[in-house]
């Protein structure tokens, strides 16, 4: 079966520090990739998704993820983080052909100190 | 900008009775979707709907789980007899078509059983 493992359960960083979030799965075969983000009491929004081609992609706010196959990863980047970026992130893998289903990594919660 | 709407936003049931939440999909989309997030667990999937049937199912997705779309615009979730366990977040989501990956999540809909 499918899934999606995401490393770091809380990540607490202070303003202007850089972000990487770790994502991995297991799928052998092609997947496209996404990370959401829920800010408090918001629901879930689309950071950046990979679907094929330049494996670095790049997202709102600042945020880019790259994809390595040989690794099943899809971690997401940022290079400063501001206090507005305080929410939980979750890395989402979409198998083609299953019926358009997402499968969620537990999520990771980022709080940044300003 | 459209977007997939939830109510209630947060619903309170007492243990055994029958709940319904409602979402409305963007217009134009065919896919559509319920997750569900337990308090300090991963965003797992449901159910997905298309073309008027359940396309695929998750083991959580039992006799007490059916969803509907009555009106062509109303896409929804009912729960028999509610038990504490099914206390979580419940999104909704829905996507355009097969070759549009990209799925819209509405802000949730909080059900406390007590």
């Known amino acids: 079966a499918q899934s999606v493992s995401q490393h770091n359960h809380h990540v607490i960083l202070s303003e202007a520090a850089s972000l990487e979030l770790g994502c991995n799965y297991s799928?052998?075969?092609?997947?496209?990739l996404f990370w959401y983000v829920q800010y408090p009491g918001q629901h879930l929004q689309l950071l950046l998704k990979?679907?094929?081609?330049?494996?670095l992609v790049k997202g709102i706010k600042g945020f880019e993820a790259e994809f390595i196959k040989s690794k099943f990863s899809f971690n997401l980047r940022k290079p400063s983080v501001q206090w507005s970026d305080t929410a939980e992130y979750f890395c989402?893998?979409?198998?083609?052909?299953?019926?358009?289903?997402?499968?969620f990594g537990q999520g990771t919660e980022l709080s940044v100190k300003p | 900008e459209p977007e997939v709407t939830q109510t209630p936003s947060h619903q309170v049931t007492q243990m055994g009775q029958e709940v319904i939440l409602r979402c409305v999909p963007i217009s134009n989309h065919l896919y559509f979707y319920w997750y569900r997030q337990i308090l300090g667990q991963k965003v797992e999937f449901l159910v997905s709907?298309?073309?008027?049937?359940?396309?695929?199912k998750s083991e959580i997705f039992d006799d007490q789980f059916s969803v509907e779309r009555p009106d062509g615009s109303n896409f929804t979730l009912k729960i028999r007899s509610t038990k504490l366990e099914d206390s979580a977040m419940y999104f909704c989501a829905s996507k355009g078509g097969e070759e549009v990956t990209e799925a819209f999540f509405g802000q949730g809909t909080r059900l406390t059983v007590v």
């Open positions: 990979y679907f094929s081609g330049d494996p």
């Open positions: 989402a893998v979409m198998v083609l052909n299953q019926g358009g289903k997402l499968i």
């Open positions: 799928y052998g075969g092609t997947v496209n």
């Open positions: 709907f298309y073309n008027n049937e359940i396309s695929e």
